[in-house]
């Protein structure tokens, strides 16, 4: 969907080594989310955003931080990558609407070595 | 601690045939659960949504069931066409207020393949 961009679309990193991809969206939407897809797991929700600066934690938050100066752009980083954080990112946005559904980024495929 | 699961990894159907997706929930709180469509290299796609107060939601060949009782939720295809071959992931939420983040828990996905 062009209103809403990932980059890297692919990354290969060192483990201990600080990575940040970002999420950007031309919509405006207020709701920004990021999850990671394993095998096993589905779509797990990392962290999310309701608003500049507004930001709360997901399933699994351990290792990720994230922050949104504005409104199109929220990033997600990882402080100090691991084996373990190998994974496909998606970010997703929605607005305000109630039972408004998700539309996602085309992912970001990142590998720890 | 799975709360939303898909228990057939994989499914394989002919064209023209029905294709039937499930779906188990474990969470009670769940009231709105939609299926998403996602082709390899790109992100999930909206396919369809149903909310707890119905049991059935049809859009063109695309339908889903609900059973609450035993929080089961089913997605049929028909007729499954090939461009239907994809992974199919359900997901489920609490109905929100305007104005409050949708936080979506995904299954783990099925990958349908319709064959020729």
């Known amino acids: 969907d062009a209103g809403i961009t990932q980059s890297p679309r692919h990354k290969v990193t060192e483990t201990g080594t600080p990575v940040t991809l970002r999420c950007h969206q031309t919509?405006?939407?207020?709701?920004m989310y990021w999850y990671r897809q394993d095998p096993g797991h589905g779509l797990r929700l990392i962290h999310y955003?309701?608003?500049?600066?507004?930001?709360d934690k997901g399933e699994v938050s351990d290792g990720y931080s994230v922050s949104r100066s504005k409104t199109e752009d929220f990033l997600l980083t990882l402080e100090s990558a691991t084996s373990s954080q190998t994974s496909v990112y998606f970010c997703a946005i929605s607005g305000i609407r109630n039972r408004e559904p998700y539309t996602f980024g085309s992912g970001t495929r990142l590998t720890v070595v | 601690d799975q709360q939303v699961k898909q228990n057939s990894p994989s499914l394989s159907v002919q064209e023209g045939r029905i294709s039937i997706l499930n779906c188990d929930y474990t969470?009670?709180?769940?009231?709105?659960f939609l299926w998403y469509k996602k082709y390899p290299a790109e992100g999930p796609t909206f396919l369809i949504s149903?909310?707890?107060?119905?049991d059935k939601n049809e859009d063109g060949r695309f339908t889903v069931f609900l059973n609450k009782s035993a929080k089961h939720l089913s997605l049929h295809i028909v007729p499954s066409q090939p461009g239907d071959s994809a992974v199919y992931f359900c997901?489920?939420?609490?109905?929100?207020?305007?104005?409050?983040?949708?936080?979506?828990?995904f299954g783990t996905g099925t990958r349908l393949q319709v064959t020729l």
């Open positions: 955003s309701y608003g500049v600066k507004d930001t």
């Open positions: 969470n009670s709180m769940f009231d709105y």
């Open positions: 997901a489920a939420t609490r109905d929100r207020n305007t104005g409050t983040a949708s936080k979506l828990t």
């Open positions: 919509e405006n939407h207020r709701y």
């Open positions: 149903i909310s707890s107060i119905k």
